[in-house]
């Protein structure tokens, strides 16, 4: 009444076993590629720093469409520029810092939580890249003469 399947196990048997050689090939794949993206993102955090959560709308990705903010100034005291607020509310990533003028003056940085980094002297003719999250550059002129500075930050 039925017919003889039983002439097709063997045929089963051969296409699970292949099937299984299949899904572990693809497993081994899938777990390498994972790994590779694993050590990808180590090596990024590493370079580049992690965000915290609570700070992501201030650190949103460039946009290259915006200008980067340039600020131009001489000061006889201290000047205290806002680079957070000229960006649109969002912390500037990179750039750079230059004292145009012939007299040294010290910068501090101040990062997205208020700290402040230690004051250190720019001499004249010097640039220095920004490679850091900040909101606001301090510029504290010496006693030789006034600051002369550009900040070009994006």
Do not use: W
């Amino acid at each position: 009444m039925f017919p003889d399947f039983t002439k097709y196990i063997p045929l089963l048997q051969t296409g699970l076993d292949d099937m299984k050689n299949c899904l572990a090939h693809l497993y081994a794949e899938a777990k390498a590629t994972r790994e590779a993206t694993q050590a990808q993102q180590r090596a990024l955090a590493f370079e580049f720093g992690v965000v915290d959560v609570q700070d992501s709308a201030r650190i949103a990705p460039r946009r290259l469409s915006s200008l980067p903010v340039i600020v131009e100034a001489i000061t006889d005291g201290r000047a205290e520029v806002d680079v957070e607020a000229l960006n649109q509310g969002r912390a500037v990533s990179r750039g750079f810092y230059a004292n145009l003028g012939d007299n040294p003056f010290k910068v501090t940085l101040v990062g997205l939580g208020g700290q402040a980094s230690t004051s250190h002297t720019v001499p004249p003719s010097t640039t220095i890249t920004l490679t850091c999250l900040i909101s606001k550059v301090i510029i504290d002129a010496g006693t030789d003469g006034p600051a002369t500075y550009q900040l070009y930050m994006q």
